[in-house]
């Protein structure tokens, strides 16, 4: 399986940032598959932001709730994060991932990845 992010490496403060990720060599609507959304900001660790699942559900970090939506294309097998009200604290490496449980893979270990993308907020 391969993953790839896209989208703008730039956001300025209070917009949405919205990524896409395309999966190839398996399908988002294989059963038991849970494919996520983990950031990494310049410093710290790994933070798990959402999930969807194989069967549309979607589940999300509780501190990121408001500002988080997760959805998928199955026509595309492409899944989207979409986060709103944006600040510099939002500056980060984004991933998205697959796992085998709602909470995503808790290290670069297991699942599988896509590379990451860069995303800075700065006006």
């Known amino acids: 399986v391969q993953l790839q992010e896209s989208g703008p490496g730039l956001v300025k403060p209070s917009q949405t940032l919205s990524l896409t990720c395309t999966v190839s060599?398996?399908?988002?609507?294989?059963?038991?598959?849970?494919w996520s959304w983990i950031r990494q900001p310049p410093g710290k660790g790994l933070e798990w932001m959402g999930t969807?699942?194989?069967?549309?559900?979607?589940y999300y970090r509780p501190s990121l709730e408001s500002r988080t939506s997760i959805s998928r294309d199955t026509s595309k097998n492409q899944f989207t994060l979409q986060l709103s009200s944006v600040t510099p604290e939002d500056t980060a490496v984004y991933y998205c991932?697959?796992?085998?449980?709602?909470?995503?893979?808790?290290?670069?270990?297991?699942?599988?990845w896509g590379q990451g993308t860069q995303v800075t907020v700065s006006s």
């Open positions: 991932a697959r796992g085998a449980t709602m909470r995503g893979p808790t290290s670069k270990a297991e699942g599988a």
């Open positions: 060599g398996d399908s988002i609507r294989t059963n038991y598959n849970y």
């Open positions: 969807i699942s194989a069967n549309g559900n979607t």
